[in-house]
Structures are given as structure tokens and as C-alpha cells.
């Protein structure tokens, strides 16, 4: 990474007992759009709030460029800010609100109403200008709250859960023109969610957050094809589970023995002592008529999500196994009771560390 516009170093908060941040270090890069992502109570909040200034933390320090902003109050660091409960200010239009961090910076009236307008246009609520909150749906709101955040051209733009409270398809449709908005701005997005596919979809970079410690952080492909931990392949997308022992090797395969199940594991630059267990992804497995495929299954229980259809399966051994399997492409019509078989590619099973 270039020069971080944004590090924090060591950062610890408690909470009695509870470690909200738990040593954590973070550098953001300029025009990165960055997900915090993690269960309620890992942390997030607490993270993006000691960047806003809202609170300080106990031990550590953030740096904004080469400037420490530890102490700073959150009016002297700029941050755009929108959070999750549309925080418009309701007894003034949306224009005003829009206008009201030009205001605060005393900037020329002119260039007030200019930058309103043009801010509008970007979330494309010019026609509601003078509307009043209440007067909006949520999904509105929120895009005269990003309006409002972006209207003095911040450098950093913090994100809580903006899209939290919209139902499905609309939170889907702001994921684009978020999206959208940050590689047409190239503001610096630091992005807080819990959803998953909201993270995969938009960011640069996820971190995952767990009880207020880093767990790990990469490009979306990254996390979700090569997780360190159960927690990770779990978090990010679904896993199966399998514990292995290693009976053999050779050149990066190894042979692998699962509870009677035998079947190769590809992981080139691991050692035989780090596989104990694997994590393999759900659309990684195939479905099969019996015999065809190397582990021998029952069909347990089937569920179509109509461009998918996720299928448990029940192996002797194993146990139950969930596949997930494109509907148009299905050789076969899975249903309770019939008798299938399994199998995947030996590079679709990930190692996975213990921590
Ligand atoms: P997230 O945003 O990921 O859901 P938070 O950062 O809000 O998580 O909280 C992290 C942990 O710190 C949680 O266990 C939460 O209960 C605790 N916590 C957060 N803020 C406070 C507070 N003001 N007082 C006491 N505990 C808090
Ligand atoms: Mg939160």
C-alpha cells in the first residue's frame, strides 16, 4: 500500500469486560472502498466510531496522513458521516439538510446552493429539493443523508450500516450506486455492514471483525476461496466441514482420510501438519447419479431458490453435506430419499487453521 490515508495503530476499548477493539491495526488506502465486516457485537461500531472521533480509545493511536487525530474532536477531522437511522434533521427541507455542513463551514451562499444542487444530482433527489424528510421513503432519506455527507467534499466517508433498515430489493439497488458513487468520486469509503453479500459485492477490501479483533482481511475473492478459519469460511458465505487426517503426499496433493472417506486435498505451500481440517464450499460439490461420483450419498432434503438449489445430503461416514447446484443444470432431480453420489475437485477443499 501507497501511503495510508487513514491508520490505526494498537487500538484498544474496554467495556468492563468486554474488549470492544482488541489491539487492532488498520491502514486504509486513499480512494479504498474498505468493509468492516462482522456479527453484532465484534466490534465494528466501536472501530468506525474511534475513526469519527465520537470516542476515544483506551490505548493506541489513528493517524489521518501524517497527522495524529487520537484526541481530535470529530468536527476537526471532516469525515462524511451516514449511519443506519436516517439521521436527516426533520424539521428542515431536504435542500437544507443537504446544505447544512456548507452552512456550518461558512461557505458563500453561491457555492452553497451550487454544491447542493450537484450533490442532489449525484443521488439523484434533485426533483425533492424541497421536500421535507418525512415526506420520503427510507430508501430517499438515505440518499439525501449520502447527499448530505458528501456535500462538503470529504476526504473519508464513514458508513454504518446505511442500508440496514431497507427491505431486500432496494438495499440491492443502493449497493450499485454506491458502488457506483465511490469509483465516480474516489472518496475514501470505510464501510460498516454485518451482511455478508452486501460486503462481498461493493468492497475492495473486507476486514472481518470478531470480538474486537481482526480475524483476517483481503480482496472479497480472496476471503471467500482461500479462508484462514472455520470462522471465516463460515462467516463469509457457507462451508462444509470436514476433519481429516493426512495419510500421504506428494507434490503439494495429499491424501487424505476422513472418517473412512478417502479423497485428495490440493495445497501446495502447506504442510501435512497443518491439515486437520478442510473447509469446501457448498457450489464446489457435485451431484451425481449413484456410482458416477467417488462418495456414495442420500438426498436428505432439497431447496429450490430458484436460480439455485441447495441440497443436503446424508454420507454414511461424513455425515450430512450441504451442495448447492445451478437448477438449469442439474443432471439429476434431487428429492428426499434418493439414492446420489458426491464429489468434488481437489482443489476445491481449504485448509484451515485453528485460532
Ligand atoms: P458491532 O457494531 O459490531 O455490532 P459494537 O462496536 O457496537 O459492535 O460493540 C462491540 C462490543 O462493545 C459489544 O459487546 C457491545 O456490547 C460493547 N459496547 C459497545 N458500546 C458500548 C458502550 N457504550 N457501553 C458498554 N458496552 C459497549
Ligand atoms: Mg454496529
Not at 338 to 345: F, K, N, Q
Amino acid at each position: 500500500m501507497t501511503t495510508p490515508i487513514l491508520s490505526v495503530r494498537n487500538a484498544v476499548k474496554r467495556y468492563g469486560q468486554v474488549h470492544a477493539l482488541d489491539h487492532v491495526d488498520l491502514d486504509v488506502a486513499d480512494g479504498e472502498f474498505l468493509t468492516l465486516l462482522g456479527p453484532s457485537g465484534s466490534g465494528k461500531t466501536t472501530l468506525l466510531s474511534a475513526i469519527a472521533g465520537f470516542i476515544r480509545p483506551d490505548e493506541g493511536s489513528i493517524h489521518l496522513r501524517d497527522r495524529e487525530i487520537t484526541a481530535a474532536p470529530p468536527e476537526q477531522r471532516d469525515f462524511g458521516m451516514v449511519f443506519q437511522g436516517y439521521a436527516l434533521f426533520p424539521t428542515m427541507t431536504v435542500r437544507d439538510n443537504v446544505a447544512f455542513p456548507l452552512k456550518v463551514r461558512r461557505r458563500p451562499a453561491a457555492e452553497i446552493a451550487a454544491r447542493v444542487t450537484e450533490c442532489l444530482a449525484l443521488v439523484q433527489m434533485e426533483q425533492y429539493a424541497d421536500r421535507m424528510p418525512q415526506q420520503l421513503s427510507g430508501g430517499q432519506q438515505q440518499r439525501v443523508a449520502l447527499a448530505r455527507a458528501l456535500s462538503f467534499k470529504p476526504q473519508v466517508l464513514l458508513l454504518d450500516e446505511p442500508l440496514s433498515a431497507l427491505d431486500k430489493k432496494l438495499r440491492a439497488d443502493l449497493q450499485w450506486e454506491l458502488k457506483a458513487l465511490h469509483d465516480q468520486l474516489g472518496v475514501t469509503f470505510i464501510y460498516v455492514t454485518h451482511d455478508q453479500d452486501e460486503a462481498l459485492s461493493m468492497s475492495d477490501r473486507i476486514v472481518i471483525l470478531r470480538d474486537g479483533k481482526i480475524q483476517q482481511q483481503g480482496a472479497p475473492g480472496e476471503l471467500y476461496n482461500r479462508p484462514r478459519t472455520a470462522f471465516v469460511a463460515d462467516f463469509l458465505g457457507k462451508s462444509n466441514f470436514i476433519d481429516v487426517s493426512v495419510s500421504g503426499e506428494a507434490d503439494g496433493v495429499f491424501h487424505c482420510q476422513a472418517k473412512g472417506a478417502q479423497f485428495e486435498v490440493d495445497a501446495k505451500g502447506t504442510s501435512a501438519s497443518q491439515i486437520s481440517r478442510v473447509a469446501l464450499r457448498p457450489e464446489r460439490l457435485r451431484l451425481a447419479e449413484p456410482g458416477q461420483e467417488f462418495l456414495p450419498a442420500t438426498v436428505k432434503q432439497v431447496s429450490y431458490l430458484g436460480e439455485r438449489c441447495q441440497v443436503i445430503v446424508t454420507h454414511d461416514q461424513l455425515g450430512e453435506l450441504l451442495v448447492s447446484c445451478p437448477t438449469w443444470k442439474t443432471g439429476i432431480t434431487p428429492r428426499a430419499g434418493l439414492p446420489v453420489s458426491i464429489g468434488w475437485d481437489r482443489d476445491a477443499c481449504v485448509p484451515l487453521s485453528n485460532d
